[in-house]
């Protein structure tokens, strides 16, 4: 989910569930609560009403108590009078939050509020036996106690004038409703905390967990540490962030594995050159020693202890010069110069130098061309020209029959000219064909003088073949012989 999309989310909820939420709890609990009310209060019809409507409330609260005093005022006053009669009015109006005052004349008969005198005698309204009064009238007096009073004036007995007064106390009134409202408030209450606790989860999943795992997979790769995963795979801005991260880690780690072995591979490079250096160094000082030790005492031994001296200085300086082109090939930068090649006089050039090398070295070299005379190729003739001295020079490295071959067939196979070298060498394992062209791979692993090399000749002609957009491949067969294929693109003109 999107972050966006998120906030938007968070936002509705914020503004939407404890409204909801809130809505139900009141509608729920006040069905329940008001319906305690009608019962406690005794109230009639739509008990919302009596919450918005705090004096209708506490008329209703007393209307029966009243309507039944008046009718015992006007029918029986002299109950009135009666001490039993009066206390037991004035505990069901205790029940009520309410007490009961007589008074005939000036002069209080009864008290029903424990003789506080909270109400004093000045608060009470005078005498009017004409007003019409009810049990829906009263009026609200202010003091040390807030109360409401109902008024019935009616004659005793004797003729003398008497009021009774219901007075309802406004501090202990309606505890049951405020309960309700109490109730209500911590529901809300309870409501918010509920919504704010789940978005907390629901962002702190969503958000803050990852970003605490980026922070921890951050302080691992500060540490040089690696080996590990993030695995959060949601489709949000923190997931795109989680994955752009996870693949960094993996390419730093590649690009650490990859300088672990270019350096590993360094040390082999320099290993093998030691190694194959040493020989003709050890041949070139020996021979040397022996010219100047007068062991060559003839023009003959002379002449041989020179040109010996001469081939192994030239095996240093191939050695040398595939170093050089090694390091240029581990950052991409051999110098090429393409040109369009006629392949018959190209490869005509390249058997007629190579065959006077074979032929010293007693190897007999066949060459036939199946391609046409005018067909030609895109090439750098001087790196193809390395390509084909690099192959040539492995077999003849490899071979150990008293008569050995080496063939070179040319081939037109569709858009490519196709190249075959083959030799009647000891031929290479099916175990270690597939990795002859690998940088420092050998099949000899004795790494004895005659069969020496700095090991990266072929992953240099691989190299060579593919950035002149051809494919190079090999078959061989112990004790039979090799034979090395590549390709070359042919050269087509573009015509509009």
């Not at 909270?118 to 202010?142: R, V």
């Not at 581990?330 to 005509?348: C, E, G, L, S, W």
């Not at 597939?434 to 020496?452: H, V």
Request: hydrophobic residues 40%; aromatic residues 10%.
């Amino acid at each position: 989910m999107k972050l966006r999309t998120r906030l938007i989310i968070s936002f509705c909820i914020i503004i939407f569930v404890p409204v909801l939420l809130a809505v139900a709890t009141i509608w729920g609990f006040g069905q329940y609560q008001m319906k305690a009310v009608r019962q406690i209060y005794n109230i009639d019809g739509n008990a919302y009403d009596y919450f918005v409507n705090s004096f209708k409330v506490l008329s209703h609260f007393t209307k029966s108590d009243y309507e039944q005093l008046q009718d015992v005022a006007k029918d029986e006053p002299e109950k009135l009078e009666d001490r039993m009669y009066l206390d037991g009015a004035n505990q069901r109006l205790a029940e009520k939050y309410s007490y009961l005052i007589v008074r005939k004349g000036q002069d209080l008969l009864y008290n029903g509020d424990n003789g506080s005198n909270t109400i004093l005698e000045g608060d009470l309204p005078e005498y009017d036996n004409d007003a019409i009064q009810s049990a829906a009238s009263g009026f609200y007096i202010e003091g040390e106690e807030q109360a409401l009073i109902k008024q019935i004036d009616f004659t005793f007995r004797d003729g003398g004038d008497g009021s009774v007064f219901i007075v309802t106390s406004m501090k202990r009134i309606l505890p049951d409703i405020k309960g309700v409202l109490l109730d209500l408030m911590v529901s809300i209450l309870l409501i918010l905390v509920f919504t704010a606790g789940m978005l907390t989860v629901w962002i702190y999943q969503g958000i803050i967990n990852p970003i605490r795992k980026l922070e921890v997979a951050a302080q691992n790769i500060k540490a040089g540490n690696l080996d590990f995963t993030i695995d959060i795979y949601g489709k949000d801005e923190i997931g795109e962030l989680c994955r752009n991260f996870e693949e960094m880690r993996f390419r730093l780690k590649e690009s650490e594995e990859e300088k672990v072995a270019g350096e590993k591979e360094n040390k082999v490079l320099i290993s093998n050159i030691s190694h194959d250096l040493k020989t003709p160094i050890t041949a070139i000082k020996g021979y040397v020693e022996g010219i100047m030790d007068g062991v060559a005492d003839t023009p003959e031994k002379q002449d041989k202890y020179i040109r010996t001296i001469y081939n192994k200085a030239n095996e240093m300086d191939m050695l040398i010069n595939e170093l050089t082109l090694y390091s240029k090939i581990d950052t991409n930068r051999i110098p090429y110069n393409f040109n369009r090649i006629n392949v018959a006089d190209y490869f005509d050039d390249c058997v007629e130098e190579v065959g006077l090398d074979l032929d010293a070295k007693n190897i007999k070299l066949t060459y036939i061309n199946y391609a046409d005379k005018d067909v030609l190729i895109i090439a750098d003739p001087e790196q193809l020209r390395r390509v084909i001295n690099n192959i040539i020079g492995n077999s003849v490295k490899y071979l150990d029959k008293e008569q050995g071959f080496i063939s070179l067939r040319i081939r037109d196979v569709g858009d490519f000219i196709q190249v075959e070298i083959e030799d009647n060498g000891r031929g290479i394992a099916a175990k270690d064909l597939p990795f002859i062209f690998d940088r420092f791979y050998r099949t000899d692993s004795s790494r004895n003088s005659a069969t020496g090399g700095s090991g990266i000749g072929l992953s240099i002609v691989k190299k060579i073949i593919e950035d002149h957009g051809g494919k190079i491949w090999a078959n061989s067969k112990e004790e039979t012989g090799t034979i090395m294929y590549f390709v070359i693109r042919k050269y087509q003109e573009v015509i509009n």
